[in-house]
């Protein structure tokens, strides 16, 4: 392809995603899937430029209005169209010629050349300034969500929106049932993946360059996983030792199931629930590349299902995972930001408190519940478990030092302070993760049983 047509191409992918609903990522991969005449570098070429749109779509959005005299909102940046993003994109960042105006030619399967109007506009839009665009857009964040984030970040917001804005990480979870971490990172450098050993996860390592992983034996042997490192971390606060009975209540395509299978050594009982029978096939494949076979998939029809009650405390540990706004991957899901509502976040708080309610049903007593979002906010976070924990006297706050589990060494410092674990992008590397453990009381009979064999 021409460079003018790789911009094209662009322009339609960016169409695509503005017209549908599905997440952009898959948009993409239909796009290219359709079009299979494109090859590897003009696919890695689209791909840049499109998510180098989307991850910086507010303020594209926002240099397109203020150089046509008016205000921009957070419906124009969902309704932006791809040739005036790509455009905006070629005025922000001319990189290695790709991205240049003088492409626009509508020769080769180039875009068509700038009408009057629009370049009378890019003249405009060359004489805006960072300083004139409002904060959210400078942020990349809904207006409406602006706040919530000014008060988290409190005094960091520079380094945690710039954090956001970057393209995450490729980080990968060592299967401890088929290898030790120091052997799988020099057999993936001898497949020429480079890695390090995370920051805080004694099961990670993090690529050091962009690769693909998935094609290599490693990975398809079953040795690794790609997980962030903040999930590994959700997972090993679980505590899950084998011989355990454990839940995974919401786990979905099953990363998390993975992970506590290999803390659980394959012994003992690890039951995997989900709404959703498609997404626990799925999870079905990853189980067998893994040699993870000490679990039972469970599809629910809700979080009340009967299942739940016939198994009324009889789980040693139960992991929520729950769904949320997802605002903790926007950096890897750059378009989700665009999709979220206040009213979707005022429905998933009441999903997230009936799920926890339901799920701690399961708990034994003196066994452990976890809470987890993949969300920034504090209303599907630490307000959710207060409110849980007010109105369940049986059940207390762990802290982060305490629910770390003893054999995987010392907790880290910058985690050990924490009651509940709170990761973010600017501070930890990491996607933002919540992670809350609550403990439930033992039976009397069986604290005083506990008490005497401790005597």
């Known amino acids: 392809m021409t460079p003018g047509g790789r911009i094209q191409a662009a322009i339609e992918a960016l169409d695509f995603a503005r017209m549908e609903s599905r ?23 689209i791909t840049e430029m499109f998510w180098g749109a989307m991850r910086n779509r507010a303020r594209l959005a926002s240099d397109c209005a203020i150089a ?86 409190a005094g960091a917001e520079e380094a945690e929106i710039k954090a956001a804005r970057t393209e995450a990480s490729v980080d990968l979870r060592i299967n401890t049932l088929k290898a030790e971490r120091s052997s799988v990172a020099l057999r993936l450098s001898a497949e020429g993946v480079a890695t390090e050993p995370m920051r805080f996860s004694p099961w990670g390592l993090r690529c050091t360059e962009r690769s693909n992983v998935a094609a290599t034996q490693a990975f398809q042997e079953g040795w690794v996983e790609v997980q962030d490192e903040s999930a590994q971390l959700a997972a090993l606060l679980v505590g899950a030792k084998p011989g355990e009975s ?21 012994s003992g009982r690890l039951t995997a629930c989900d709404i959703s029978q498609a997404r626990l096939d799925r999870g079905a494949v990853r189980l067998r590349r893994a040699g993870a076979f000490n679990v039972t998939r469970r599809a629910l029809a809700s979080e009340s299902d009967k299942w739940v009650k016939r198994h009324k405390e009889t789980y040693d540990r139960v992991m929520v995972d729950a769904p949320c706004s997802g605002s903790g991957t926007w950096r890897r899901n750059p378009d989700a930001r665009w999709r979220t509502t206040p009213e979707d976040l005022a429905q998933l708080q009441n999903v997230q408190a009936r799920i926890l309610n339901s799920a701690a049903r399961l708990v034994r007593p003196g066994g452990r519940l976890v809470y987890a979002t993949c969300s920034m906010f504090s209303e599907e976070n630490e307000a959710q478990v207060e409110t849980f924990l007010a109105a369940r006297d049986d059940f207390a706050l762990l802290p982060v030092a305490a629910a770390w589990p003893e054999n995987l060494g010392p907790v ?44």
């Open 23 to 45: 997440p952009a990522d898959r948009v993409l991969h239909d796009y290219f899937r359709d079009r299979r005449f494109i090859g590897g570098k003009d696919r890695r070429a």
């Open 68 to 153: 046509e005299g008016r205000n921009v909102t957070d419906a124009q940046v969902r309704a932006e169209s791809g040739r005036r993003l790509m455009i905006a994109l070629c005025v922000a960042e001319k990189v290695a010629n790709e991205l240049d105006l003088a492409l626009f030619t509508g020769e080769a399967y180039a875009p068509v050349a700038l009408d009057k109007r629009e370049v009378e506009w890019v003249t405009a839009m060359r004489q805006v300034k960072a300083s004139d665009r409002p904060e959210w857009a400078w942020a990349e964040t809904p207006e409406w969500l602006w706040p919530r984030f000014q008060e988290l970040y």
């Open 246 to 266: 454990v839940v995974d209540f919401c786990a979905g395509a099953g990363g998390k199931t993975l992970a506590l299978a290999a803390a659980m050594n394959n």
């Open 412 to 455: 880290p410092a910058e985690l050990a302070e924490m009651r509940m674990l709170r990761l973010t992008p600017g501070r930890h590397g990491t996607d933002g993760f919540f992670v809350a453990v609550m403990e439930r009381a033992a039976k009397p009979d069986e604290a005083e049983l506990e008490q005497g064999e401790t005597a």
